[in-house]
């Protein structure tokens, strides 16, 4: 699974929020420097976020963009789905996995071909880990300045 530019951006953007308390304005231009993003691109991002509620928007001075929800509420498979989609990784494997077997995979065979029912599971579980993986664990897993780490 590769995830687009746009979401990885939006991501990044979103985890740049969430290491700032809860309320915290920054200006496009501000979260374009730390993580090296385009600011026009961002600009499209961040809207999107806006338009579902993710981030809050100010005007004028001290304007600029806030998380609506803390980052243990915001979940990186909402952040993928607004921006890329559900994860379908064949054809054969709908953006409902409840679905599958109500249609024809292009093999041919009513229910899945075996290769559609595998990657019908594995869609399952990127889904669930990516619904259960939070800003927050993304911000717990940074290596603080000055930090040492040891992992291997």
Known sequence: MKI???????LRALVA???K?????????DISGAERIPVKF???ILLELRRADI????????GGYQLNRQPNEISLGEILRIIDGTFEPISCTPGD??????QKCECGIAGGCGLGKVFCDLQRKVADFLMHTTIADVLAR???????SFDI
């Open 55 to 62: 981030l809050r928007s100010r005007r004028g001075v001290g």
């Open 42 to 44: 961002l600009e499209q």
């Open 4 to 10: 687009s530019k746009k979401a990885e951006y939006a």
């Open 142 to 148: 940074e290596v603080k300045p000055g930090e040492v």
């Open 17 to 19: 929020l969430g290491r």
């Open 21 to 29: 308390p809860l309320g915290t304005t920054w200006l496009i231009e």
């Open 97 to 102: 996995p409840e679905r599958f077997g109500r």
